[in-house]
């Protein structure tokens, strides 16, 4: 056993030796200066040439202002919300500094308990990392600030550093970008508002901010807003900060706002792409948010100049050509948004996000969420049927010649035979567009006219998890799906623009996906980040499905909803959607070299809700295949000017054909029979010993694929000639090629 003497010994070397350290870093460290943080500079992005794009951040938007510029309600703000024991303390919570080595010990975060001094340290650091050094350190700056500055100076410092958001750094910035006055101007009811930003402006700044965090949106952020500088001001009023006449004008009504405004270089398109590439920063790299806004970083981009000049350039066009907004209401609120990529690489190469900062448009239409796409998702229950067939038969893939019933007001079936209900157990039916007679069709058939009641049907047959799963190997986020229920198959989930065009890019690629990413580079001081590395292409879905998905979707552009697309002149594929009361409108296209989605929607900007597009644009509704192809098609052409034109591979052919129960079985050879007199019966089969003269209408096929234009699931209805009926699109109409009636081609 060890004496006492040697005990006690070593206990005093111990607590000598943490004497002496402390003493050392007490000594070692400096006092932060609110100057020193003032200069802080831009950030500078670059297009993908290297070509500089622009300089922005709050490098010319700070400006220190003096403690006797700064309203005592501003100073009581802070100090009843976060510091109430500010002017006696001696600037650090030991026991929040316990808690945080605590946390960042177990891996977390170290969460709060900072005094006003600690955070007036932690904003002068360009760095914000979670550190046991840097929060040691932290300490010993707080004590020497502690009993070097004075208490107004300390709280000067820390008005004049904190972020408020919105680019605005400093109290004076802040007054600025949220009520267009100088610090000294601000009202306590003001105060209130801006102490309570100090909590986080993604969440307290009234809003939409979902760009950074679904969660933080316009109404949410209000209501965060407003119950936090209610609160603010209570505890001003309870600590005596505010007379009871002066608490009551302050809470009479809550001082909203001013709307976002742009700053220099950030209008056209530029803003959206800066978001664009910001969020990436911050979602692929420790760089904090904080950080990154003090500025030095240089961010180079995916981006290329001219083909962002010419989506921009196609939307407005099509824009001005079609919609009128000072004549008709309803082409008011009409929203864009768009997006390409390159297949086989992820790059996002062109964005449009909306009219631009500088017209009061701040939420980027490319990367939104909440706009439904329509019938640009089956696609992806046609893949899944493919890759994993029906519960009838798992071992083989669906081949696109199976049939399925298209007609209108159908009822769909559970795999265990029984109905689908709806929530009140009444029997669910699924709607067409328009109740025209389709009978048993091919699902390539069906996914060229865009019919409804085929794909939900086989959706359930396939199972929508499986459906769902080929989606988000595809590159949708899991944050866009919707319920797995039957509507699930024609699109109720809410990707954005750029996920839609990352997505088909998959089957561009022949299945070989790689996330969508914006920043190749980020420089600070010359050395370049972490996080940048190019993201891998990985095999999404099966090869040969890939193929067969754009050979379905090639005949959609030369015979089906999208064939305003064929004037881009080169081979392409893709699909148009429209969503329920015509809220959005959709095309997503692409060729081997370039992917782009188009979104087309109105909204209401006060309560942030989609409106029907029925009567935009003077006609009675807006298809995918209407104004959204128009701009794809403008676009492409001059995104591919020059570009050779490499065709896809080939498709071979793919699974068995299994044909919804009850279809009718496969019609019997039949043989000429002069003497036989013609004639047409509804019959599942007809008669072999009918007579047959040749159909009118001629075979169209691509590959091995064909559908019989006239012939044997197509032909002329009631015995007639081959019949062209103007069929609406189910989803997503432009005029049908409608190939037929209803009972095949028995007399053609």
């Given amino acids: 056993m060890p004496s006492w003497k040697l005990v006690s010994g070593l206990c005093l070397a111990f607590f000598g030796g943490l004497v002496a350290i402390a003493g050392i870093g007490y000594a070692m460290v400096g006092i932060p200066s609110e100057n020193a943080a003032a200069k802080s500079e831009n950030n500078v992005y670059y297009w993908s040439n290297g070509d500089r794009m622009v300089a922005t951040g709050a490098g010319a ?383 390539r058939k069906a996914m060229e006219q865009s019919v409804n009641t085929p794909f939900v049907q086989l959706g359930m047959d396939v199972g929508m998890s499986n459906v769902r799963k080929v989606a988000s190997a595809s590159g949708i986020l899991d944050q866009s799906f919707e319920n797995l229920n039957a509507s699930f198959a024609l699109g109720t989930s809410t990707p954005s623009a750029i996920r839609m065009a990352d997505a088909y890019a998959t089957f561009a690629a022949s299945g070989k996906h790689a996330d969508p990413y914006s920043v190749t580079e980020v420089k600070k001081d010359g050395q370049p980040q972490a996080g940048f590395e190019k993201p891998k292409v990985t095999l999404a879905i099966p090869e040969n499905v890939a193929n067969n998905v754009t050979n379905v979707l090639e005949n959609v552009i030369e015979n089906g909803t999208a064939q305003n697309a064929k004037a881009l002149g080169r081979t392409a594929a893709g699909k148009t959607g429209t969503t329920d009361s015509n809220k959005s409108a959709w095309f997503v296209g692409y060729t081997q070299q370039l992917s782009t989605s188009v979104a087309m929607f109105r909204e209401d900007p006060k309560k942030n809700v989609l409106l029907s597009m029925n009567g935009t644009a003077g006609v009675e509704s807006i298809h995918g295949g209407d104004i959204p192809t128009e701009i794809w098609t403008e676009y492409m052409k001059a995104a591919l000017k020059n570009a050779s034109d490499p065709g896809f591979p080939e498709a071979e052919k793919i699974g068995e054909i299994q044909d919804e129960e009850g279809a009718p079985s496969p019609t019997p050879t039949v043989t000429e029979t002069p003497s036989a007199t013609p004639s047409e019966t509804p019959s599942a089969t007809p008669s072999p010993t009918l007579t047959v003269p040749s159909p009118s209408a001629t075979e169209t096929c691509f590959g091995f694929q064909c559908d019989n234009n006239g012939g044997s699931n197509n032909g002329g209805t009631d015995g007639g000639t081959t019949s062209t009926p103007t069929a609406t699109d189910t989803a997503d109409t432009t005029r049908g090629n409608g190939n037929g009636g209803i009972f095949g081609g028995s007399t053609g």
């Fill in 61 to 443: 938007n700070r400006q220190n202002v003096d403690i006797s510029k700064i309203p005592e309600a501003m100073q009581w703000a802070v100090i009843s919300a976060e510091n109430k024991s500010f002017y006696s303390d001696s600037g650090v919570d030991p026991m929040g500094i316990a808690r945080a080595l605590a946390n960042m010990a177990r891996g977390g975060d170290t969460q709060g308990g900072s005094t006003i001094t600690q955070q007036y340290v932690k904003n002068t650091y360009l760095s914000q990392e979670q550190t046991v050094s840097r929060k040691f350190k932290e300490m010993f700056i707080s004590i020497k600030v502690g009993t070097k500055l004075t208490k107004q100076e300390i709280l000067q410092g820390y008005l004049n550093t904190s972020y408020y958001g919105r680019d605005a750094y400093g109290i004076q910035a802040a007054a600025q970008a949220y009520y267009g006055v100088n610090a000294e101007d601000l009202t306590p009811s003001q105060c209130a508002f801006l102490a309570a930003l100090l909590k986080g402006p993604t969440y307290y700044d009234p809003v939409d901010n979902t760009s950074y965090d679904p969660s933080a949106t316009k109404d949410a952020n209000t209501k965060r807003s407003q119950a936090r500088w209610a609160w603010i001001l209570e505890q001003m009023h309870n600590d005596k900060h505010l007379t009871d006449t002066e608490y009551e004008e302050a809470t009479k009504k809550y001082p909203m706002p001013q709307g976002l405004k742009a700053t220099k270089g950030m209008t056209g398109q530029i803003s959206y792409l800066v978001d664009t590439a910001k969020k990436y920063v911050l979602a692929h790299s420790d760089i904090s948010q904080t950080e990154f806004d003090k500025g030095g970083f240089q961010i180079y981009t995916t981006f290329e100049k001219s083909k962002v000049d010419a989506l921009s350039k196609a939307v407005q066009k099509i824009e001005k050509d079609r919609l009128d907004p000072d004549k008709r209401e309803k082409d008011k609120h009409v929203q864009f948004g768009a997006a390409s990529v390159r297949p086989n690489d992820g790059a996002i190469v062109a964005l449009y996000g909306g009219a631009g900062y500088e017209n009061d448009h701040f939420n980027n239409n490319a990367d939104t969420s909440g706009v439904p796409v329509g019938s640009t998702w089956k696609p992806f229950v046609l893949a899944a049927a493919m890759e994993y067939g029906t519960y009838k038969d798992r071992e083989n893939g669906v081949s696109p010649l199976s049939k399925y019933n298209g007609n209108d007001h159908l009822k769909v079936r559970n795999n265990d035979g029984t109905y689908v209900l709806k929530k009140d157990n009444s029997v669910f039916y699924q709607e067409n567009e328009s109740d025209y007679p389709w009978g048993y069709i091919t699902l």
